[in-house]
């Protein structure tokens, strides 16, 4: 992830990209997100936990492995609307969904299929992998048929 501060450097970046001949993918920052996304685990059709990372000072990024801080956190009715639809969406029956506050809303930034969990079970003290588990057995029939 590459934080371009001008459309001059934008611009720089993505030539130095495109002469690579490597994929991209254009996102734009929202600044008065401070640092801060929400991470939404869904299991099945249901929000099982969730939790707030801000970054470190010196870091735009809030993932829990550059060490964000984080903190259990109750996602508002459209939140967790919008996660539970981007999973549904993706067909996936496991996700992290990460999100940010901005002026407009809340907005989608990623959906990642096989979500760490280290991060937000100690945030939030839910057994994240149990709830995982529960769902494959309870859904492992369907899949053999």
Do not use: C, W
Not at 20 to 38: F, H, K, P, R, V
Not at 59 to 72: E, I, L, Q, Y
Not at 123 to 143: C, D, L, P, Y
Request: net charge positive.
């Amino acid at each position: 992830m590459i934080l371009a501060e001008s459309k001059k450097s934008a611009k720089s970046i993505i030539d130095t990209f495109y002469k690579m001949d490597t994929s991209i993918l254009l996102q734009q920052y929202i600044e008065e997100a401070n640092g801060e996304d929400i991470r939404i685990i869904v299991v099945g059709n249901k929000v099982v936990a969730s939790m707030k990372r801000t970054s470190d000072l010196d870091d735009f990024r809030s993932n829990v492995h550059r060490g964000a801080d984080t903190v259990a956190i109750k996602p508002t009715a459209k939140e967790q609307f919008i996660a539970l639809n981007a999973t549904k969406y993706l067909g996936l029956g496991v996700a992290g969904v990460d999100l940010m506050r901005s002026k407009r809303g809340p907005v989608l930034i990623e959906v990642n299929a096989s979500p760490g969990l280290k991060g937000v079970e100690a945030a939030t003290g839910i057994n994240v992998a149990k709830h995982i588990i529960q769902f494959v057995e309870k859904n492992a029939h369907r899949s053999r048929k």
